[in-house]
DNA sequence: GTTAGCACTCAATGTCGTCGAGTGCTAATC
DNA sequence: GATTAGCACTCGACGACATTGAGTGCTAAC
């Protein structure tokens, strides 16, 4: 479709505007050393390649800037991503792993770590908890009134909150029934776990425990609801994007930004809708509020099954071989970290 | 110090700009209802003002600006709050009393519903774990080289954490070990727990459990270090201050963002010096970077005792009244919210 | 096929004059 | 003596305009 030397005035220009954020002349690109050609050839193929719809000119007399044809052009065959960066790579495990000690935050400075090393925004979605099995139940009261129920997944992953206690319920009556849930409970896929109370815990409660119905209610609101197996989403440097010029406008920012804290569109934007590495370039991305900015997702996976999601937000602007290069390796060894869990 | 009538101008002035983000002119404090003067002696008295170090000219053309002093009397003698705004109060509570439903996320929908409510950013100081003593501790362990250390506290606050277990340490061990530390460790404040673990713990494990060693440190290891004791903070409305006009300069506002961005610095910038409610205007806020922002923090206290802060951050021109009311009536119903724990 | 040369375009930048909101002073008025 | 009308003055905001220069497209020469 583009001749060999087409391609490499796109990737030249796609480099160069990357790295100016400004529109580029055919003088520039002729004058660097891998390209052999006076501008005024430059300008014929710069001419044609905007005809291809690979380019856009501001205005006449200004340079070309890529179109998102043409950065899906120069992702899709021109850049080459991979070994090239070696002391990013370093650098980046040499931060995780200083900073790897508590695991509930791994998504958290994984994100933290790729926002400051590329100084656009990442986000991180975390494991699904549909997928764990419940571990352990706990009740412990702290009043007369209030109790803590605590569910522990498979995983390790710790859900608390505050119940009210059903008044006339004895305190062996709650460790019979914790001891209970225990029993039957333990191994059931959290999402099974509710309906699986009813079903089988039911009937041996009210054998052994006094005022049944509302210990059964209670343990109902103990239970994370159906709605919360959601991702759990990690935002880092949020704030990168008022760093970017395409961004210097404070209404523009302010839209992405207040995007950004919405938990749910969040996480529909980062989705995924294959494994590995993927890129969503401008309008390639359905909200339109981020209509001129690109995602790069990378799944990560521990033995063929996908965990989560991890990617960065930038502009369409964005260095896209230094960004994919990076979340390969990130998604790699968060899952070789995570592996340990699954 | 001030007569009159130069209080009734200086008041008109600030609200004026509070409203407007304008330096105000003589011509329209002259119309106002409430004034009647004409603009030439409303200049006399602003000339006279601004000698006196309560207003500012950007320059020599332009109207008047308050300055911190002119702030700091308006909020000291000036400015009325309290019974003025029911609507808020009610508007405030019914928010609150609907999104009431998790006791962890109480300071959390508190901070977000004053951002919204005031346009304005706003940080909520959870109470130190300082004072909480022990409740429950609790290891479940996933797999043979993991386990999750839980430990809830007299108010039901739940912390956990990822522990790697000491090869060679039966589960009858554990258990014994967990056992004996609600036995003895029950009731005590949080703050001595590591101490009384090694004080008089450690006898009692030794005679009962086999590995002593690792399991003492794996202990340390579960429970909370020192520096965890510190405020939880919580952040509402922090892409707010990109709507306040002083803040439209993108760098001005990334500095502000950032710093919002650390915990700690966060702690500090609200940290009061007193209880009750606490004005902060311009430099007189340490943080270089806030020195054209206003802080205005409410204590809230249970039985006297101070359990955190809330407060609010925005440009100097704010409106005072109306966020101090709304703080004011926002940190009594917290703390009588909390009050059920402690 | 490539490139030098040249006319052309157009945003960015700078200069200048106008406008108007606002001040400060003085003299008239209450 | 306090207040106010009147007026000259200041200075930023804004629009009109000319200038500049980076960049293009086209044509003709190489």
């Known amino acids: 479709m583009l001749t060999d030397r087409q391609r490499m005035i796109l990737n030249a220009i796609v480099d160069d505007y990357i790295r100016s954020a400004e529109p580029v002349g055919s003088r520039s690109i002729s004058k660097r050393s891998d390209v052999g050609f006076s501008p005024a050839t430059i300008r014929n193929e710069m001419s044609d390649l905007e005809e291809l719809g690979f380019l856009e000119q ?11 044809k043409g950065y899906r052009y120069y992702v899709d065959h021109l850049v080459h991503f991979g070994g090239e960066s070696p002391d990013d790579v370093l650098k980046f495990r040499s931060y995780f792993a200083e900073r790897m000690t508590e695991r509930e935050q791994i ?9 400051n090393m590329t ?37 390790g992953h710790v859900e608390n909150r505050m119940i009210p206690l059903p008044p006339g319920v004895s305190v062996t009556d709650l460790e ?11 191994g059931i896929p959290m999402m099974r ?37 959601e ?13 970017q010029p395409e961004f210097k406008d404070v209404d523009k920012v302010k839209t992405i930004l207040d995007l950004l804290d919405e938990t749910p569109t969040l996480s529909k934007i980062l989705s995924p809708t294959q494994s590995g590495i993927q890129v969503r370039i401008g309008t390639e991305n359905e909200h339109a509020a981020i209509n001129d900015c690109s995602v790069i997702t990378a799944t990560y996976a521990v033995n063929g099954q996908s965990l989560g999601t ?6 369409t602007r964005m ?21 340990r869990w699954y």
Do not use: C, W
């Not at 998504?107 to 926002?115: H, P, R, T, W």
């Open 58 to 68: 501001p205005h006449t007399s200004a340079g070309r800037v890529p179109s998102i």
């Open 107 to 115: 998504l958290q400075q994984a994100a933290n770590i790729l926002a």
């Open 119 to 155: 100084s656009y925004t990442s986000i991180a979605l975390g494991p699904e908890s549909v997928n764990h099995s419940l571990k352990h139940f706990q009740l412990v009261p702290l009043n007369a009134e209030t109790a803590v129920a605590i569910v522990v997944t498979s995983t």
């Open 176 to 186: 019979k029934t914790v001891n209970i849930l225990n029993a039957k409970l333990t």
């Open 193 to 229: 776990v509710t309906s699986k109370l009813y079903s089988e815990i039911g009937d041996e409660l009210s054998r052994y425990v006094d005022h049944y119905e509302q210990v059964m209610s209670m343990l109902e609101h103990s239970l994370p609801a159906g709605d919360e197996h």
């Open 231 to 243: 991702h759990r989403v990690f935002l880092g440097g949020a704030t990168n994007m008022l760093t």
């Open 310 to 315: 991890i990617g960065i937000l930038g502009p």
């Open 319 to 339: 260095d896209y071989a230094k960004v994919i290069g990076l979340l390969d390796v990130v998604s790699r060894d968060m899952a070789a970290l995570l592996s």
